[in-house]
């Protein structure tokens, strides 16, 4: 059975339905990634996925476990799933170390001692080991990223929400970020990733999603999507992003 | 005999905090978290503290429970009284602070799985009282002088010494009255130094705005 399997997810804010009935599942190891332009609901795919926003209709199970459900035990559940945002979200008042700490000892209960260690291989796996020290402000925001990168990680979770990760960041500094992506990937880790960054979904994705106007347009692989979209819209999108954002990698 | 005065407006003082912080916190948590029942129960408290002028709920406070029999000390009702009322300024900074913190914050910590209650406990709170300080420091300055009314209810704080002396030597009212002024300027820089040396040892590194920054979770 598939980690995360999402059914049918429909969302209404107002009377504006953002989602309408999305439907799509993801291999445990696989990376996903989420195209589409923007207002098609995408972060709020994300967010019904770990209960942010509960969903008006539809079901998503994790590990064979009903997120939707309606005694699910909610905040185990999103223990098990990381989630980065557009705008890092780093806990303002706690040092780099602290805020990836700061979810297995309060969540996890796991003992302080240990969670600092644990917390120190996971920002020495994003590279900034020496930055433990650091106050988010104090730090760029590539690195601001890659910590909380460090502080999905550190919750040992089944699978990483990415909701466009480098959006908020200065061009120079996205190279360091997509590249903490692709090695974790490559790791192994199960990954669905909302992005405009075209080179990171066609060398890394498994498959991807091209999503509009609150529905799943197409998916496939990166082959067939770049080179054989079955659908014009995919094929326009793909053009205006190229345009946009230059060599689609 | 004015110095052992002052002492009961710093013990006044020192309760007065002690009372509007707590309650002060609480409300504050309540108008922003509390839903839509004891959101309006906040406001309506806050409003109503607010409103009453500090000398009537003195008296309120005072001769309201003799009324039912129960008789109770100047101290306790001047406690209640002007620490309730600081409590209802008190939450107003408070809740300003609370709804400062960027709402990423709270969704940060939920989608780790923490609960509601930790997240506003570990994450929102340490935020919201460091950007209180600067707040409070001006509530400090309005508490302090309002020990001094607690004399309308017979509480022999620093005025109502002043008064005594006053009766029998006319001649040192003056005198009194400025020395009076002193204390209460040297109470006040005392109380905002002190707040400000929090406020800067509190500091984040690197954030401006939010004052702050503890080392440990």
Redesign the interface.
């Known amino acids: 059975m598939s980690l995360l399997i999402v059914e049918n997810i429909h969302k209404k804010y107002g009377t504006e339905e953002v989602l309408k009935g999305v439907s799509f599942s993801l291999e445990r190891g696989d990376t996903k990634v989420v195209i589409g332009p923007s207002g098609t609901g995408k972060s709020t795919l994300l967010r019904c996925i ?1 209960h ?1 926003s509960s969903p008006d209709a539809g079901r998503v199970w994790l590990d064979e476990v009903e997120v939707t459900a309606a005694k699910a035990k909610i ?9 980065v ?1 557009q ?1 890092f ?7 780099a170390l ?1 805020n990836v ?3 297995p ?3 996890k209960r796991m003992k302080k001692e240990a969670a600092t260690k644990l917390a120190m291989e996971e920002l020495d796996r994003v590279g900034l080991a020496e930055k433990a020290d ?5 730090l760029s925001g590539g690195q601001q990223q890659r910590v ?1 990168i460090a ?2 990680l550190a ?1 040992s979770p089944k699978l990483i929400l990415f909701d466009e990760p480098t959006s908020a960041l200065d061009p120079e500094l996205i190279g360091e970020v997509l590249t903490v992506m692709i090695d974790l990937a490559k790791s192994g880790m199960t990954m669905l990733v909302v992005t405009h960054e075209m080179g990171f979904a066609r060398s890394v994705a498994d498959e991807i999603i091209f999503m509009e106007h609150g529905v799943i347009v197409e998916q496939g692989t990166p082959e067939q999507l770049f080179s054989s979209p079955k659908s014009p819209r995919t094929g326009e999108f793909l053009h205006k992003i190229n345009e946009l954002y230059g060599e689609t990698g | 005999m004015l110095l052992g005065g002052v002492l009961i407006n710093l013990e006044l003082l020192f309760a007065l905090l002690i009372v509007g912080l707590m309650v002060g916190t609480l409300v504050a948590l309540l108008q922003v978290y509390g839903g839509r029942f004891f959101g309006t129960l906040a406001s309506a408290y806050a409003w109503i503290f607010r409103s009453i002028p500090a000398i009537v709920l003195l008296f309120l406070f005072y001769f309201g429970p003799s009324e039912f029999g129960a008789n109770i000390p100047p101290f306790v009702a001047a406690t209640l009284a002007l620490g309730l009322r600081s409590s209802a300024y008190q939450s107003q900074i408070f809740r300003g602070a609370l709804q400062a913190i960027p709402h990423g914050q709270i969704l940060a910590a939920r989608s780790m799985g923490m609960s509601r209650i930790n997240a506003i406990y570990l994450i929102v709170i340490p935020q919201a009282l460091r950007i209180s300080i600067a707040g409070w420091s001006n509530e400090f300055s309005s508490v302090v002088k309002d020990t001094t009314l607690a004399y309308v209810v017979g509480l022999t704080e620093v005025l109502r010494r002043v008064r005594i002396i006053t009766d029998r030597h006319y001649d040192l009212a003056m005198l009194a009255y400025l020395t009076v002024a002193l204390i209460f300027l040297v109470l006040t820089y005392a109380g905002n130094h002190a707040l400000g040396w929090l406020e800067k040892r509190l500091r984040i590194p690197g954030l401006q705005m939010v004052g702050g920054g503890t080392r440990e979770i």
């Not at chain 1, 979200?89 to 040092?95: D, G, I, P, Q, V």
């Not at chain 1, 650091?134 to 104090?138: E, G, M």
């Open positions: 770990n942010l905040n185990e559940l999103r223990a098990q799933m990381g989630f945002f705008s979200n780093l806990f303002s008042h706690l040092t602290s700490r700061i979810g000892v309060k969540v650091c106050y988010p402000a104090q909380s502080r999905a919750m």
